[in-house]
């Protein structure tokens, strides 16, 4: 079993910052990506951040500039610092891995719970 487990939502005025954990634990051989995507009411799920292993970062546009992805996948942790938030940063957060679980096994992506962001006007 694998879990992916985030922290560090809550609610914050425009122009905040927060900080957001997730820790991947559990029957887990390698990881190649962790990233970090948000759902607003009502819209698709989109993509955020990405961390490749090996180093590759990769961002939405929409948050080039104001939020950092960091971490360290051999730990399997990922970290997303979000600054100068936005209202229309409000969303659930979730955290994702693409992981195998056994050596020859495929890659497939796992999900976190989610944890709510609120960015007040």
């Known amino acids: 079993q694998v879990q992916l487990v985030e922290s560090g939502g809550g609610l914050v005025q425009a122009g905040g910052s927060l900080r957001l954990s997730c820790a991947a634990s559990g029957s887990i051989f390698s990881i190649n990506t962790m990233g970090w995507y948000r759902q607003a009411p009502g819209k698709q799920r989109e993509l955020v951040a990405t961390m490749i292993s090996g180093g590759s970062l990769n961002y939405a546009d929409s948050v080039k500039g104001r939020f950092t992805i960091s971490g360290d996948i051999a730990k399997n942790t990922v970290y997303l610092q979000m600054n100068s938030l936005k209202p229309e940063d409000t969303a659930v957060y979730y955290c994702?891995?693409?992981?195998?679980?056994?050596?020859?096994?495929?890659?497939?992506?796992?999900w976190g719970q989610g944890t709510q962001v609120t960015v007040s006007s």
């Open positions: 994702s891995a693409d992981l195998s679980r056994y050596k020859g096994h495929i890659y497939l992506k796992y």
